[in-house]
């Protein structure tokens, strides 16, 4: 159940303070760093049940992170103009930084140690497991490349038609995230794990009503030629690039 209220209260802070966010996005960013450093250190002490079950369990599982995703997985379902498009669409930039920051958090918790173990662990010779370890170290250098070509001082060393066609790994960033969330929680929900259920139920759910979307989406704004946005264009006339 703790996954489902780290996600709801992830989307609730965004929609609570996405004015905050787009003016002062540093800040943001700074508070994420912070939150990161904080895991790291974290983990050498012995910490109060509350921190871990609020913080450093949700940090370790990239769930705020996925949280954060969501959002910007879905406003870009908003291709026409509204008032969830005006909301959400200006600050999914800023967005995939944060998210990006508390991802790397999982990454460092678990690259090394899991990362070996694809090739030298015998105690688990689960496909499902070398599955989850294999797009977690092909989800990492999505996300490098995806965070990287975020920021503004990047962007504008790219041309438009170079970032625009980086920018659609997105979507296997996305489908590689389902695909690793499923490989290394299907064992522990099929044998019992309640909260292995429940999150890959929630994850699914999530997941799968996104992408149906997102070729429905698709498919009517070329019928309807819909122009997608240009976010290096929109960029680069208000001179951030
Ligand atoms: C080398 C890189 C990676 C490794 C070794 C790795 C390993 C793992 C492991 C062992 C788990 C199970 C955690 C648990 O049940 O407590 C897990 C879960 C998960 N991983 Fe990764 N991962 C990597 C990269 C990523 C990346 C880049 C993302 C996405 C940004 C990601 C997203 C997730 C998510 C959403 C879960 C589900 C956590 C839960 O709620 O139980 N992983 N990963």
Redesign the pocket.
Known sequence: MN?LIVIALTILVIVLLHKQIKQHPYVFYGLACAMFVAFVLGQLFYLPKAVNVFFMTPM????I??GI?FVVMYAGLFTKPSRAKRLLKPMRKELSIIAGIL?FA??YA??FN??TRIFVDKLNPLISFKL??FT??I??IL?ILLWLTSFNFIKRKMTRQRWKAIQKWSYLFYAL?FV??LA??MQ?ALSGGR??QI?IAL?SLIFIIYFVARIAVYKRDKREHIEEDDAYAKDLEKGFI
């Open positions: 996954t370790r599982r990239a769930t992170a996925m995703f991802a999982h990454v678990y690259n899991y990362f989850a370890l977690g170290v989800l990492t996300l995230i690793h969330v290394i929680l522990p909260e292995a999150t994850y």
